[in-house]
Every structure is written in C-alpha cells, then in structure tokens.
C-alpha cells in the first residue's frame, strides 16, 4: 500500500520559517517525481515545487525542495514566510500516469 505522510505542519509568525517533510512508503522512491502543492481557503491547489528522481529541483521564491533517497522523503523549506503562505500543503510522487497523494499537512503564518 503507497503512503505519502505529511509532517512539520504548524504555525510561524510572518517572516519565519518552517521545513515540511513527506515520508514516502510502498513505492520505489526512486522512480518517482515529488511534487509540493498548496491550497488555500476557497482557493485551487497550485504547484509550490518539484524534485525530479535525478533531483533537479524548481520552486517557486524562498521554497526549495529536496529529497532524500536513502529515507524515502521529500522536504520543503520554506522561508520569509508570509500571510500567503498559509494553506493546506500537500505532497505527491508521480511516474508516468500513476499519482499519489497525501493527507496535506496545515500551516498557519500569524503574528
């Protein structure tokens, strides 16, 4: 059974940072492309990051993405931190056709 597990959710005041993490089980970690998106109150999810399996890594401003093969996981790194980034994040692995996806993990940017 494929699990991808959101972790390090939570609040940070503006300007802070906070590192995401997404423990993958199941699945060839390896073959996968993983992905951040995030989603926002009334809001469509959209896409934060990316990480290739031979980890050429695209994010949008003060994220990056990377990954940890040995571990099965992705981690997002997200700094300055602003009352925009507060959403539901979410991984996923992708290969080919195939897509999995996670619960979501919440973040929560206030002073």
């Known amino acids: 059974q494929v699990q991808l597990v959101e972790s390090g959710g939570g609040w940070v005041q503006p300007g802070g940072s906070l590192t995401l993490s997404c423990a993958a089980s199941?699945?060839?970690?390896?073959?996968?492309?993983m992905k951040w998106y995030r989603q926002a109150p009334g809001k469509e999810r959209e896409l934060v990051a990316a990480?290739?399996?031979g980890g050429t890594a695209n994010s949008v401003p003060r994220f990056f993405i990377y990954r940890d093969n040995a571990r099965k996981s992705a981690y997002l790194l997200m700094n300055s931190l602003k009352s925009d980034g507060a959403a539901g994040y979410y991984c996923?692995?992708?290969?080919?056709?195939?897509?999995?996806w996670g619960q979501g993990t919440q973040v929560t940017v206030s002073s």
């Open positions: 990480i290739s399996t």
């Open positions: 199941g699945l060839t970690f390896t073959s996968y492309v």
């Open positions: 996923s692995g992708e290969t080919g056709i195939i897509k999995y």
